[in-house]
Structures are given as C-alpha cells and as structure tokens.
DNA sequence: GTGAAAGCGCTAACAG
DNA sequence: CTGTTAGCGCTTTCAC
C-alpha cells in the first residue's frame, strides 16, 4: 500500500503547539481561533504543505462535497451543455462532479445510482429520457436530494428545471401552419417517451387542432434513434407520407433530414421546412442552418445546481418544477425568417 | 447532521453471527470464507439492504476508487468524445470519474488538481491544449499516476495516448498540395500551443518542404478562439491572403470557415480546399462535408484510461506514449474525393 | 478560545 | 477459515 498521506492534520497540530481541534478550525474557517493562533497554524500548514484528507473528512462529517451527476451521453451536445452548467455551479459552490453515462437505460442507471449512494455523494444531478418507475423508486428510498435537469417527471414528484416542452412545440408548429403547411411530421427518436408523449405531441396536437387540421397518426414518426444517421434516413418515410415540413425533437435528427432532403433534391425550406428543438450549435452550422426552439441549455443546468445546493443545505424550494423560458429562432430551414 | 448510513458493515456482523472482519471479507469477494458463512452473509446483507460505505472504505484502504478527469470543455465535441472512452472503461474497471472543466486555462487545472488531490482520487486523466510548466511540476510533487489523453506532452515525460500529429497533418497537407494547391493557409485557434508548434506545423513544413514549395509565414493564421464563430470570421484573412486551400486544426473552425466561404459566394472545393483535423461528427454535417484526418476519439480516452488502470495497480506500462493510427477521409470539402 | 477524546465505517495485519 | 485489534485522518461534542 503506496502511502499517499504525508502530513496530517496531526503533524501541523503538533508543529504548531496546538490541538487537532485548533487545526481542524482554522482549516475549516471556523471564527472561533485568537488571530495570532490563527496565523501560527497557517504558518505551518504552509511549511508543511498540509491538505486536508476530504475522505477523512467525509467519514468523520458526513458530507463529501461531491455530487453525481448522470447523464445519457457526454457526446450528445445537448446533454453536454447542460453539464457544463452544471459544472459550474458545482464550483462554486466547491462541490465536483461524478459524471455517469447511462445511455438512457435505466439498468444502468440504477447501477450509476448504486455506485454513487456508495460514494457517498451529498446530492444528485439527474439527466434522461425517461425515468423509469424503477428508478424513481430507488431514488424514493434513498433520502437523498435530487433535481432532474432537461428531463421531464411525468408525476411532477422530483425538483426539476425545464422549458415548457408543449408550448414550446405549440409556438413553433403554429410557424409552420402560418407558412401553409398542413402535413406536419413530428419527429423524434423515441415517440413513447415521456418528454414527447406527454408534452412535445401534445403541443403539436394542441397547435394542429387550433388551425382546425386533423391529426394522422402516420405523421408521427419515430427514428428509433436519435443520431444524425437515423435522421438522415427518414427521408423517405417524410416524403411518403407527403409532408411538407417537419418538427424534429432533437438536432442531430434535424440535421440529418435536412441534409437528406437537400441531398436529394428536395430543397429546404421552400419544398420542406423543418424546425428543431434544442438550440445546440449544430443549427447554426448546418446549411440551411436549423430554425429552432430557443432554450437556455447551460442555465438549465446551473439553475439544477443551484436548486440542488440548496436541497443539501436543507433550504426550501421556492418552485419545485422550475420553468426556464424558451424562443423561437428562425433560421434558414423555414420560410418565415421573421418571428 | 443528517444521518445517512443507517446500517453498517457492523450491524451486519451483529446479526449474522459473524465478525466484521468476515462481513468484510466476503463483500470484497475474498476467497477465504466457508460456503455457508458468506451466503449467511449474504442473507443479512440482502437483508438488511447493507451497502458498504466508500468513504470508511477509502479512509481504511487508501484507495478511493475514484479518477480525477481534466477536460477543457465538455461541450467540445472533441474531448467529449474522449470522455466517453475514458467513463466506460473507468466502469468497466470500477471506477468513478470526477469531471472538472479547466477551459485549458492553467490556473484552473491547478486549481482543480488541488481540489483532485485533496480528494484522494487514484489517479488521474488529463486532457488539455498546453502542458503548463506549473502543471507538469505539480503532477511531479503529487506522486500519482496520470495519463494524458489527446494531450501533448513535449517532453514525453507523461503516459499518453495521441495520434503522431505532424504525420497526419504532413499527409493531409500532401493531398491539398496533390491537387495542384500552393497556397496553402495553416489554420488553428492558438498557433503557440505545443500540438501546433510543435506538431502540426511541423507536419505542414515538412509537405511543403517535400514539393519544394516555400513556407510562408503569412499562411499561418490564428483564430484566437477554436470556436464556430472564430472560424466564420477568418475568411477575409484567408482571401487576403490569396490561399487556396487550408489545413484546420479542428473542426468547429472548420466548419466556420466553409460556411463563411460558402455564404460569401467562394465554392467549396472548387475554389477553395479545406481540411480538418478532429473527426468529431461535425464532419460529415456541414455541406459539404468536411474532409478530414480521421482519428479513433473514443479509444483515445479508452486506452488513456486502461493504461491508468494498470498504473494505479503498479503494474509495468509496455509503452509510455502511444500514438494511435490515424486515417484520412475524404469527404465534399476537398477536390480529391479518393484516398 | 482551546484541548481531550470519542467516534465516522471500514480494512488489514496478526493470531489462532 | 474466522475473530481481534488497531488504526485511516478528520470532525465534533463536551469540558475547561
């Protein structure tokens, strides 16, 4: 066993003539320590080049000033910004991040969870595409804090920070039905979750039946996928199903229809507008670049922290389920540029 | 204080008849327990619901199962990339990454090493643009394994994993100069950093050198910024310059200066050839896409990780600094569609 | 304002 | 194969 620790708070206690407790105070900042005893320990904590141990720290307090942090996937851009909020905050606050990716799948999130209630960590910062009854059942009996970021909670039980998801798609449909377009496709990589069954369609249905146009099942399409080659391969099933615009979940989805489009011919917007979600900086480099619902990623995540410090300092919660408020931004895959 | 565990690796040895040291013993999975001992164990812990507290696991053992992770940005679909080799492995291996976001800045990642240290972590995986001379002395007091991931070390004194830069920047330059370019513009966000200087550029001198072609200084442009944004503001300087082609050192850039060109009425790759370096996914977006040296993201950060497995258990690495092989791919950017 | 002492929950010799 | 016994390095009452 290498030996990592070389000096203890014990050395610098004995060092400097005085008691661990005395070290341990000014250490942590405590305000009862005469100033010149003060400054003797801090001399030597110096000399010695002492670091606090905070795994003695976290046993003895019971608190590790780490958090977790679950993610589906780093690599998706949207999820990343929302963990650099997060980050952030954490910082600040002096709390780090154990990050897991679960890929959405909630055996892996459960294991993620397990692995962290072992570690320890003082709150948790929870991202998916849908939590799993199983999941919030262990997060139930763990009494720990938690605060969903970009993910919705159907029953509205855990903190969560969001955008309105529904009224969001209703606004940016409503574009689309005032450019004259009837044959609407709303697309998603996974029609059955929360987050589109609940709120995305339903905006879509609610902005469909104040135009007055039916809604067909058959436009709903889902990519099974949500990466830019499963977008890129819709293209048939739009034009089959004789869409003219489409109302993509996610952008790298987005983008794949749109390049699809554009590579065969078919040009965006004037034959087909399409309009995305989640404002990450793929819509601005694709070209045509992507109109999209406008959403504060990197607060969404901050904001989450923030909520979470709290909860760990046992404060209470102004709002429970935090809406963060969302744009539209038209860019060049719609018709109408002005919004 | 809020009291967290409730039962303990004590409590567990109560009820089952047994010592701690046994409870101990076939939590861990030693071998020296009898049958029935460790399942009556296991009834109990099951029981119980015990799971072992980290913490007192890391304060007893001095190891905390636990990595630090530097990155610069998260956000960057490069490095996230990296991440996610890294996590899965660090999984695979039962360990946890702590994530810190250092914007490359040196005072950050000294910052977070501190706070890294001070946490006990195993050991650690560094991602950065430039090695400081700070950081490097503060890896060398703190005697812990580290390796460098997509990171240089111009010293070679730090295991990493990288591809051979100037190689691959000496190839790509090749084609550009193949299809009959001579003004060839070098292009990256920081043209000091180590991976420039002392790679790449090398790469692009030696191509230049080889088909006798005359280095000029005023090819060699810096974006100050490596974002999407930076690149879309270069193309003035790159028709000033009369170049007609261009190596990018990342992608985000890359795809700046392709749709400033395009937007600008300048033909990609008819008028004007770009390159790039990263092989995030970026690549195959934009239209046209971009042609690019192809390196493997995720084993990067995987192999970075798996040799810290073996250097946090002691164990002798084969190889100190790996490069991994790299591949050109030729996408719409670039006139020689056939490599 | 400062010290003494008792743990926090677990691992790791060392016996037996 | 199993139990005993020290700690690991720090925080936290409780006295003084």
């Given at each position: 066993m290498r030996k990592k620790q070389s000096v203890t708070i014990y050395d610098v206690a004995r060092e400097a003539g005085v008691s661990m407790a005395t070290v341990s105070r000014v250490v942590n900042h405590n305000h009862n320590v005469r100033p010149d005893t003060k400054e003797k320990v801090l001399a030597v904590v110096k000399r010695l080049n002492y670091r606090p141990n905070d795994v003695a720290r976290g046993l003895a307090s019971k608190k590790t000033t780490t958090v977790g942090v679950i993610i589906p996937n780093v690599t998706n851009d949207y999820f990343a910004a929302l963990a650099r909020g997060i980050d952030d905050i954490a910082e600040m606050y002096e709390y780090n991040i154990i990050l897991t990716n679960s890929d959405g799948n909630s055996q892996k999130e459960i294991q993620a969870l397990n692995t962290l209630f072992s570690k320890q960590v003082d709150g948790l910062i929870f991202m998916t595409n849908q939590l799993s009854e199983m999941v919030r059942k262990e997060l139930q009996t763990e009494h720990l804090p938690v605060v969903l970021a970009g993910s919705v909670d159907a029953e509205q039980q855990l903190p969560s920070v969001n955008i309105d998801y529904q009224k969001a798609v209703y606004a940016q449909v409503n574009q689309l039905i005032a450019t004259g377009n009837e044959r609407i496709a709303f697309v998603a990589d996974d029609?059955?979750?929360?987050?589109?069954?609940?709120?995305?369609?339903?905006?879509?249905?609610?902005?469909?039946?104040?135009?007055?146009?039916?809604?067909r099942k058959e436009l709903l399409i889902e990519a099974r996928d949500g990466n830019y080659q499963?977008?890129?391969?819709?293209?048939?099933?739009?034009?089959?199903?004789?869409?003219?615009?489409?109302?993509?979940?996610?952008?790298?989805?987005?983008?794949?229809?749109?390049?699809?489009?554009?590579?065969?011919?078919?040009?965006?917007?004037?034959?087909?507008?399409?309009?995305?979600?989640?404002?990450?900086?793929?819509?601005?480099i694709t070209r045509p670049s992507l109109s999209s619902i406008t959403q504060p990623l990197y607060d969404i995540g901050a904001v989450a922290m923030r909520m979470l410090t709290k909860l760990m300092d046992n404060e209470q919660l102004t709002t429970n389920n935090v809406l963060l408020s969302f744009g539209l931004k038209a860019r060049q895959s719609t018709k109408s540029r002005e919004v």
């Open positions: 029609l059955e979750l929360a987050i589109n069954k609940s709120f995305r369609i339903q905006g879509y249905r609610d902005a469909l039946a104040h135009a007055g146009i039916p809604f499963a977008g890129y391969r819709l293209r048939h099933r739009l034009v089959q199903q004789q869409a003219t615009a489409a109302m993509v979940s996610n952008d790298e989805l987005a983008a794949g229809v749109v390049n699809s489009l554009t590579d065969h011919g078919i040009q965006v917007p004037d034959q087909f507008e399409v309009v995305t979600s989640n404002d990450t900086k793929l819509t601005e």
